[in-house]
């Protein structure tokens, strides 16, 4: 049976984490976004209030801050000053990297009460789990930990560690048990593997290739799912 693939764009949260890009890149991924409809725009906390700016208080489009990116090895106490220095300039939303080394060390108590003290903000929080890289005991440990929390997304990775995979996003929506939704990130280069991460669960799709992605679609050589 054929069908007509759905539109992406509002499960895309446009990405720009690349340290080297000035202000013009902002801009640039910002006007994307609301080009396209994306859910979000995805940037470090240093950008964060020439976002807000860009976008405009109406926008539609999420403003979404990084916290501790990408490695989460800081005090909890710099994450939630950092994480209330992005909802003052104008978040909508948190992706939050724990505290690996506390995790490492089998100390969920830490790991829960670093995450619950930013969520304790009120804005929604994805948390960064690498999936990829952890052991199946920790990623469940990390994955309770997170929505005892207050967490609302589980978020594959950041983008430093391997390409999240289907196996994945069908992993952590197995460990969520519905509890929350799952963002898959990084790594995402394909149409394809787009719309089999979201056929896998995922909710939101974190990737600097947004355009390229839409491009992609609706492009009239691309064919509908059958």
Same mark, same amino acid.
């Given at each position: 049976?054929?069908?007509?693939?759905?539109?992406?764009?509002?499960?895309?949260?446009?990405?720009?984490?690349?340290?080297?890009?000035?202000?013009?890149?902002?801009?640039?991924?910002?006007?994307?976004?609301?080009?396209?409809?994306?859910?979000?725009?995805?940037?470090?906390?240093?950008?964060?209030?020439?976002?807000?700016?860009?976008?405009?208080?109406?926008?539609?489009?999420?403003?979404?801050?990084?916290?501790?990116?990408?490695?989460?090895?800081?005090?909890?106490?710099?994450?939630?000053?950092?994480?209330?220095?992005?909802?003052?300039?104008?978040?909508?939303?948190?992706?939050?990297?724990?505290?690996?080394?506390?995790?490492?060390?089998?100390?969920?108590?830490?790991?829960?009460?670093?995450?619950?003290?930013?969520?304790?903000?009120?804005?929604?929080?994805?948390?960064?789990?690498?999936?990829?890289?952890?052991?199946?005991?920790?990623?469940?440990?990390?994955?309770?930990?997170?929505?005892?929390?207050?967490?609302?997304?589980?978020?594959?990775? %950041?983008?430093? +560690?391997?390409?999240?995979? !289907? @196996?994945?996003? =069908?992993? *952590? #929506?197995?460990? /969520?048990?519905?509890?929350?939704?799952?963002?898959?990130?990084?790594?995402?280069?394909?149409?394809?593997?787009?719309?089999?991460?979201?056929?896998?669960?995922? %909710?939101?799709? +974190?990737?600097?290739?947004? !355009? @390229?992605?839409? =491009?992609? *679609? #609706?492009?009239? /050589?691309?064919?509908?799912?059958?």
């Amino acid at each position: 049976m054929r069908h007509e693939r759905p539109d992406l764009a509002p499960l895309i949260d446009h990405a720009l984490l690349d340290p080297h890009h000035g202000i013009e890149a902002v801009h640039r991924c910002c006007d994307e976004a609301r080009h396209f409809g994306f859910a979000g725009v995805c940037l470090a906390s240093r950008w964060l209030a020439c976002g807000r700016e860009r976008l405009g208080n109406a926008s539609r489009v999420r403003l979404i801050g990084v916290v501790a990116f990408p490695f989460g090895a800081v005090p909890a106490a710099i994450k939630r000053a950092e994480a209330e220095a992005a909802a003052a300039a104008g978040a909508d939303e948190l992706d939050i990297v724990p505290d690996f080394g506390a995790l490492a060390d089998g100390n969920g108590s830490a790991v829960y009460e670093e995450i619950g003290a930013i969520v304790e903000l009120g804005l929604p929080v994805k948390v960064i789990l690498e999936a990829g890289r952890l052991s199946d005991p920790a990623l469940a440990l990390l994955v309770e930990a997170s929505i005892d929390a207050g967490a609302a997304f589980l978020k594959s990775g %950041s983008g430093f +560690g391997p390409p999240v995979s !289907v @196996a994945q996003v =069908q992993h *952590l #929506r197995e460990l /969520a048990r519905g509890r929350v939704a799952v963002k898959a990130s990084g790594g995402i280069t394909g149409l394809e593997q787009a719309f089999e991460l979201v056929e896998a669960g995922a %909710s939101r799709l +974190g990737t600097s290739r947004g !355009v @390229a992605l839409m =491009q992609a *679609l #609706r492009s009239p /050589a691309t064919p509908p799912a059958s």
